[in-house]
């Protein structure tokens, strides 16, 4: 079920936790730095845990507009996808 809080808690993490993070290290940069986000392949389709794929997109996104921002400066900015892994 979708209730108010688990979307706030989701995009909590994975949202507002990104960019405070992003916000410090850019305040603190040197000549140059790296931003690496974590998405997964839920940002696309993800039955079941839409607000979880939604937040990841939005981390997408952001990772995108950050990347355009911060390029003078010398910090680049991606965001990797994992796919399926299987354990041994």
Known sequence: TITQK????TFAVNVRGSILMTREFI?????YGR???ISTDA???FAGQITYG???AT???LTRSIT???AQYDITVNCITHG???SV
Do not use: M, Y
Request: hydrophobic share 35%; no cysteine; aromatic share 0%.
């Open 6 to 9: 688990v979307i706030d808690d």
């Open 27 to 31: 305040k603190h940069r040197g000549d």
């Open 35 to 37: 931003i690496i986000n």
């Open 43 to 45: 940002s696309q389709i």
């Open 54 to 56: 939604a937040s990841k």
């Open 59 to 61: 981390l997408e996104a």
């Open 68 to 70: 355009h921002e911060e």
């Open 84 to 86: 399926i892994t299987h």
